[in-house]
């Protein structure tokens, strides 16, 4: 994977630097710069946070951690109780005619109980349901880190497919230039009386299937970058 990851950067820099043949379609131009403003190292970054497949995975992962940590406090069970009250008793008579007690008693009471119960003997019960949970722990991380191999690799080769269509494309360029100065050349030859009609009808021919192969791999950039 180094050494990919390393020829891969070799060959961005190669192409980057190398300057580009006019374009006659403007989203080819676009098609050529746009794969640079995401690097290899970007883009294998985006997959581990941002890929729903991995995202999923992770959460997976999440949820049997959660489940490895309830096993091992299962064996551990207790219970706390808290109760508070309040009374107000009255005792004895007021003064003749009169609506109030002779006197006013206001109680308050608080109490709690907490107990914890750990078993000393299950029957190993409890000792292979936490087994039971750290495989499916052990499995999920296993999971999860497979999946993120498998789409950094994916996108590895997408990116390396993308640094070749844009070579491609290059050469399709330049090519589809020099067929564009044959047809020049070749009608000045024809004009002159050196050369046939059907050597400019050809040179034509040339041209415009250069100028197909250029869209062809502009299309196949795009292509490419989709996957990234």
């Known amino acids: 994977m180094k050494r990919l990851v390393s020829a891969l950067a070799v060959a961005a820099l ?12 403007p989203a080819t131009a676009e098609a050529r710069g746009a794969v640079w403003t995401l690097s290899l190292a970007e883009a294998l970054e985006r997959v581990d946070r941002l890929d729903p497949k991995l995202r999923a995975r992770a959460f997976a992962e999440a949820v049997e951690i959660v489940q490895a940590r309830r096993a091992r406090w299962n064996r551990v ?7 508070a009250g309040e009374s107000l008793v009255a005792s004895g008579l007021g003064t003749v005619g009169g609506d109030a007690p002779a006197s006013l008693a206001e109680n308050h009471s608080v109490s709690a109980q907490a107990f914890v119960r750990v078993p000393l003997y299950a029957g190993g019960a409890l000792d292979g349901a936490i087994d039971a949970a750290d495989a499916r722990l052990q499995a999920a991380r296993f999971d999860r880190e497979r999946t993120r191999q498998e789409l950094r690799a994916a996108a590895t080769r997408a990116y390396a497919e993308v640094v070749y269509a844009r070579r491609a494309l290059g050469i399709a360029e330049r090519a589809a230039e ?7 050349l070749t009608g000045a030859r024809v004009r002159s009386g050196v050369a046939p009609e059907a050597d400019l009808a050809r040179a034509e021919l040339n041209a415009l299937r250069q100028e197909e192969d250029v869209a062809a791999r502009a299309g196949a950039i795009e292509q490419a970058m989709a996957v990234l």
Do not use: F, Q
């Open 178 to 184: 020099r067929a564009k100065r044959l047809i020049e």
């Open 77 to 83: 069970t207790g219970n706390v109780t808290l109760m």
């Open 14 to 25: 190669a192409i980057s630097a190398h300057p580009a043949a006019a374009a006659g379609d």
